[in-house]
């Protein structure tokens, strides 16, 4: 049984009706068929109604909804062949980022993804895809890889934040993530990243310094997580729907401010209730991205990431 | 020792004599006297000013702004102030408690300055240098477009010019205010270091109290050389946010300079008299 949010009880009721009536009809051998398409109609409309019109708070709800597709899954759906690598060869092998070679449409690629877990034991494992700087440091390593042997990058992004923790300290959470935006920017390979669930801070940008930057529909990215923003500003993190408004995190606002390309639709009810259907959108979009960018040369990839990039940012000038 | 040393030190004690003589007393002009927030002791304002701002009695090294931090690296009068004309807007029409645009206005009011970074190129003991000095008074040292535009246009006049760059950086991190775009300022001047990095141009960071998140996670640690300032606090997250997450009591010492020196995450911790002087070697060494 999926979790149901609580904005989605009204769909729940009018799905308990038609359920009624289908009952009804078959115990007492009546025709109700008219009733049950026109209430199904009406559930349909008003799901799509609903969902084209979330608010950012609700949409948050369904980026963390915890039966939403995870990394692992998407390299399930979307890739063949995957060999998973290990490691940052410094001592460490951070399960918070996973990433490794696979096939994408018949063609070899480095995916690399934050993976968070569905239940209790598997966050514990893979730290509630909160990475350690050892993590960014692997992720780095593999996108090396993928550089001297030239294949395309893909990253999948779905966290809550780097984590904050004393050893991430110690060892250079700040100077890992810094070092990453730093090299990316250098890579003479393809990049596309989609953010899949949330994409929170630095923690997210580490992995994102790419050509395409894509968002699934109900995804959001942004520079810090709506409850510490509404803990600093408003001094009461239960204020987070308002900042969750306020700090614009959606896939619309965000193609507004030419931060990502493009937006990958979801299926209706968000991606937690069609893995297939979201997996052959992701798929096709990457597919798409890969197709045109590969056509590039390293130099002209790297110009127009650097100048993306580059034009980011709103100021006058005086 | 050279006689103007000499006669330094000699400043030095003095002041630090005075402080000494002065701690707990009642003074009948106030206005003319500070206290230092480490150890309480009183001192003449004129005093700890002449001691660039470090208490003369316990060595506390006060938080300082961005003009008074080129006054004392710079050689006097030789820094030019660059694209000062970039200025805030308020791209998301950003309110909390207080409009963004509010805020603007307040800390410009504040601090006389038009945003939280200073930009240009002046001379370090006669070493042509390009600086951005960030200024934690202007709204906490945040970074938004601005800031971000400002860092990466003096990072691109540096690899122009061939000139070594030298970011000091003062802030709680990234801006709220602008979201995302403030996010992405973080990739845009790490991809300007980038090609700092590539062209071998000499960066160098000089973190001050304080240096977090956006700004150690992007340009602020990306130096060939990073220098921290004695008794700075320098983190990607914040201790609060930390504590809350491990629900365990952190070292006292956490993420001050010289905690990170030990765990490898800075070259050099030096205290502020010294700091110029660093600067001037590693750049005599370099060639630059």
Redesign the interface.
């Known amino acids: 049984m999926t979790q149901v949010l609580d904005f989605e009880k009204p769909i729940v009721e009018i799905q308990k009706k038609i359920d009624e009536l289908k009952k009804m009809s078959e115990e007492s051998g009546m025709d109700l068929n008219s009733q049950i398409e026109d209430f199904e109609k009406q559930a349909q409309d008003y799901k799509k109604e609903l969902y084209s019109k979330l608010k950012p708070s609700q949409k948050l709800q369904i980026a963390r909804h915890p039966e939403r597709p995870k990394f692992l899954d998407y390299v399930d759906l979307i890739c063949e062949d995957f060999i998973e690598l290990h490691g940052d060869r410094e001592g460490m092998d951070d399960r918070a980022i996973i990433g490794g070679l696979a096939k994408l449409d018949g063609k070899p690629v480095m995916i690399i993804g934050i993976q968070k877990g569905k239940n209790t034991k598997e966050n514990l494992e893979y730290n509630f895809g909160m990475p350690q700087p050892q993590g960014y440091r692997k992720a780095l390593r593999l996108f090396k890889h993928a550089n001297k042997f030239n294949m395309p990058i893909v990253t999948i992004i779905d966290t809550p934040g780097?984590?904050?923790?004393?050893k991430?300290?110690?060892?250079?959470?700040?100077?890992a993530?810094?070092?990453n935006?730093?090299?990316m920017?250098?890579l003479n390979v393809p990049i596309v990243s989609i953010i899949t669930g949330e994409g929170c801070?630095?923690g997210a940008?580490?992995l994102?310094?790419a050509d395409r930057v894509m968002m699934l529909e109900h995804a959001y990215?942004?520079?810090?997580s709506p409850e510490?923003?509404a803990s600093?500003?408003?001094?009461d993190a239960s204020r987070f729907a308002?900042?969750a408004e306020?700090?614009?995190?959606t896939s619309k606002?965000?193609l507004e401010?030419n931060?990502i390309d493009e937006e990958i639709k979801e299926p209706l009810g968000g991606a937690h209730c069609d893995y297939n259907e979201t997996a052959s959108n992701m798929k096709s979009a990457i597919v798409n991205a890969l197709k045109e960018l590969s056509k590039k040369s390293p130099e002209t990839l790297k110009n127009e990431?650097?100048n993306k990039?580059?034009a980011?940012?709103?100021?006058?000038?005086? | 020792m050279t006689i103007q040393e000499w006669f330094d030190k000699r400043k030095e004690a003095q002041i630090e004599r005075r402080a000494r003589d002065m701690k707990g007393i009642e003074i009948e002009t106030p206005e003319l006297w500070t206290k230092c927030v480490h150890c309480g002791a009183q001192m003449l304002k004129t005093d700890l000013e002449e001691n660039m701002f470090v208490c003369p009695h316990c060595d506390y090294h006060f938080r300082i702004n961005a003009t008074e931090r080129i006054k004392q690296l710079f050689d006097e009068s030789s820094f030019e102030e660059m694209f000062k004309n970039v200025l805030p807007t308020d791209p998301l029409n950003f309110v909390d408690t207080e409009p963004y645009a509010e805020r603007l206005k307040k800390a410009h009011a504040k601090t006389g300055l038009d945003e939280a970074v200073i930009t240009g190129i002046g001379k370090i003991e006669g070493h042509k240098i390009a600086a951005a000095v960030m200024d934690f008074d202007y709204m906490g040292g945040s970074m938004g477009s601005v800031v971000g535009e400002k860092v990466t246009r003096i990072m691109e006049e540096a690899l122009k010019q061939k000139l070594p760059m030298l970011a000091v950086t003062s802030s709680g991190g990234a801006r709220m205010q602008e979201s995302a775009l403030s996010l992405m300022q973080m990739a845009k001047t790490s991809c300007a270091a980038g090609r700092l990095d590539e062209a071998g141009i000499l960066y160098i960071n000089l973190l001050t109290e304080p240096t977090f998140g956006g700004i150690t996670a992007s340009f602020g640690t990306l130096g060939d050389i990073i220098i921290a300032e004695q008794g700075a606090r320098i983190g990607f997250a914040g201790r609060r946010v930390i504590e809350q997450t491990i629900r365990q009591k952190l070292p006292e010492d956490f993420q001050t300079a010289e905690y990170l020196l030990k765990f490898g995450q800075v070259d050099i911790v030096s205290k502020r008299k010294n700091l110029r002087k660093t600067l001037a070697n590693i750049l005599d060494m370099h060639g630059v």
Do not use: H, N
């Not at chain 1, 780097?162 to 004393?166: D, F, T």
């Not at chain 1, 991430?168 to 100077?175: C, K, P, Y």
């Not at chain 1, 600093?232 to 001094?235: A, H, K, P």
């Open positions: 780097a984590y904050p923790g004393i991430a300290e110690e060892t250079g959470q700040g100077a993530i810094a070092m935006l730093r090299e920017s250098k801070s630095g940008l580490g994102a310094v990215y942004t520079v810090i510490g923003c600093i500003l408003w001094r308002d900042a306020a700090l614009k995190i606002d965000l401010f931060i990431r650097y990039f580059r980011m940012g709103r100021f006058v000038e005086g």
